[in-house]
């Protein structure tokens, strides 16, 4: 069946650095790719999305490639803020199903 | 403005007790979903909705009930059977997967249970 693989966290990073958060997935056909987030207390929105190999999701400064042959879909992001600290969820979703497939989830937490 | 709406946000239940956990939704969305989500964990499908007056399993039913009367109310119930209900519980919501083969679920702002 489907899977995600998220990097454990936490991952902590100090104001203006460099994030990137790995995520590979396993499925059938050519799935969407999703990255979530989390705020604290809070339920999940949409970060990003991709539906095609090559395609590069954006938003709020966050980048991912759908990369299907190494089957990644890294998070990414060129200067973090303490306001980007929450946890980010990768997920899939194989064409024609009902159910999305999560991740386990990264929390990251930035320092000023 | 559409969304997806949860109440409470926080529920305090007896042991023994049963509770309802409200979801609504005007998205005119026809899939919706419940999870649960334990501290430092990832979400668990409990229950999932295609149309009004059809649901199915999730991975973690045992223990919860739900119906779907209306496209926009998906209400979960947990029972006295669920033996660890303490948890964060989000409603969810998208396009069915015919009309829009790769779409995003769109979330609720959760409720937290806990049992005393």
């Known amino acids: 069946g489907d899977s995600v693989t998220q990097m454990e966290g936490p991952v902590t990073l100090s104001e203006e650095a460099f994030l990137t958060i790995n995520c590979t997935y396993t499925?059938?056909?050519?799935?969407?790719l999703f990255w979530y987030v989390q705020y604290p207390g809070e339920g999940l929105q949409l970060l990003l999305k991709?539906?095609?190999?090559?395609d590069k999701g954006s938003n709020k400064g966050f980048e991912a490639t759908y990369r299907k042959e190494t089957t990644s879909f890294h998070l990414e992001k060129g200067s973090v803020q303490v306001s980007d600290s929450a946890v980010y969820f990768c997920?899939?979703?194989?064409?024609?199903?009902?159910?999305?497939?999560f991740g386990r989830g990264t929390s990251l937490i930035v320092h000023p | 403005d559409g969304g997806i709406t949860q109440s409470p946000k926080y529920l305090f239940r007896k042991e023994g007790q049963n509770v309802t956990l409200s979801c609504e939704q005007n998205?005119?969305?026809?899939?919706m979903y419940w999870y649960r989500q334990d501290p430092g964990q990832g979400l668990r499908l409990i229950y999932y909705?295609?149309?009004?007056?059809?649901?199915q399993k999730g991975d973690i039913a045992e223990g919860y009930s739900v119906s779907r009367e209306k496209k926009e109310s998906f209400p979960l119930t947990v029972t006295s059977a669920q033996k660890n209900p303490t948890a964060f519980y989000l409603c969810?919501?998208?396009?069915?997967?015919?009309?829009?083969?790769?779409?995003?679920?769109?979330f609720g702002p959760g409720t937290r249970l806990t049992v005393l």
């Open positions: 969810a919501s998208s396009m069915p997967a015919g009309q829009q083969p790769y779409n995003e679920q769109f």
């Open positions: 499925a059938t056909g050519y799935p969407s």
């Open positions: 991709a539906t095609k190999a090559d």
């Open positions: 997920a899939l979703k194989s064409g024609g199903s009902y159910i999305p497939t």
């Open positions: 998205l005119n969305h026809d899939a």
């Open positions: 909705s295609q149309i009004v007056n059809d649901f």
